[in-house]
């Protein structure tokens, strides 16, 4: 299937099958994702529904499904060999479908995007923010890597791939009825657990 840009068909494709192979190694990353979600979701109130966008093989729903086993969860997901693995997860409904494109009238507790805004093409972004925001009635989750301007760089000897900016300040000026509810850093050089340096915002819709 043909994406309309060229980063969705990148993923989709034989980069994002090769990305598979390489990062998923089972209980790598277990304990790392169990501490962060359980920090995250310590921070809210009655999650019973959760949503994650460019879910990949599925390592955070898998954390999230051992810290909150009766949360129904759901994953979007672009390529269709990370789908075969997601849809393993207990209580997780996979679809294998770009989320730019992802349509539905269900709403969630907690959207949830990480390590995926930055893969977007900028021009697109707008679209993944609206789907943040209308696919929760309570809470959006972003982790990614976090600069004050946007910038590009360099992925793998890849250009236009990688894109870094203020992924949950944007999202709050879009929206000015979102409210910061906690952040913070993950350091790759953690004593205790395998991070990426990123960024993690917590932000709720205020009714």
Same mark, same amino acid.
């Given at each position: 299937?043909?994406?309309?840009?060229?980063?969705?068909?990148?993923?989709a494709?034989?980069?994002?099958?090769?990305y598979?192979n390489?990062?998923?190694?089972?209980?790598?990353?277990?304990?790392?994702?169990?501490?962060?979600?359980?920090?995250?979701?310590?921070?809210?109130?009655?999650?019973?529904?959760?949503?994650?966008l460019?879910?990949?093989?599925?390592?955070?729903?898998k954390?999230i499904?051992?810290?909150?086993?009766?949360?129904?969860?759901?994953?979007?997901?672009?390529?269709?060999?990370a789908?075969?693995?997601?849809?393993?997860?207990p209580?997780?409904?996979? +679809? /294998?479908?770009?989320? =730019? *494109?992802?349509?539905?009238?269900?709403? %969630? &507790? !907690?959207s949830?995007?990480?390590?995926?805004? @930055?893969? +977007? /093409?900028?021009d697109? =972004? *707008?679209t993944?923010?609206?789907?943040? %925001? &209308? !696919?929760?009635?309570?809470?959006?989750c972003v @982790?990614e890597?976090?600069?004050?301007?946007?910038?590009?760089?360099?992925?793998?000897?890849?250009?236009?791939k990688?894109?870094k900016?203020?992924?949950?300040?944007?999202l709050?000026?879009?929206?000015?009825?979102?409210s910061?509810?906690?952040?913070?850093?993950?350091?790759?050089?953690?004593?205790?657990?395998k991070?990426?340096?990123?960024?993690?915002?917590?932000?709720?819709k205020?009714?």
């Amino acid at each position: 299937m043909a994406y309309t840009t060229e980063q969705e068909n990148f993923w989709a494709g034989d980069f994002g099958n090769d990305y598979i192979n390489r990062n998923n190694h089972d209980g790598e990353y277990d304990s790392t994702n169990l501490a962060l979600f359980s920090k995250i979701l310590n921070c809210t109130n009655n999650i019973n529904s959760i949503i994650e966008l460019g879910a990949n093989v599925g390592l955070n729903l898998k954390a999230i499904n051992k810290l909150r086993p009766e949360a129904k969860l759901t994953g979007v997901e672009i390529n269709k060999n990370a789908v075969k693995q997601l849809s393993n997860i207990p209580n997780t409904h996979a +679809i /294998n479908e770009s989320l =730019l *494109e992802f349509q539905t009238t269900e709403r %969630y &507790n !907690l959207s949830l995007i990480k390590g995926v805004l @930055i893969h +977007i /093409n900028p021009d697109q =972004l *707008e679209t993944a923010y609206d789907a943040l %925001y &209308n !696919l929760s009635n309570d809470y959006i989750c972003v @982790i990614e890597y976090y600069n004050p301007s946007p910038i590009e760089i360099g992925y793998r000897g890849h250009e236009r791939k990688l894109f870094k900016r203020d992924f949950a300040g944007e999202l709050m000026d879009k929206f000015p009825d979102l409210s910061l509810i906690d952040y913070g850093f993950l350091y790759s050089k953690d004593n205790n657990y395998k991070y990426d340096d990123s960024t993690w915002f917590l932000l709720k819709k205020q009714k």
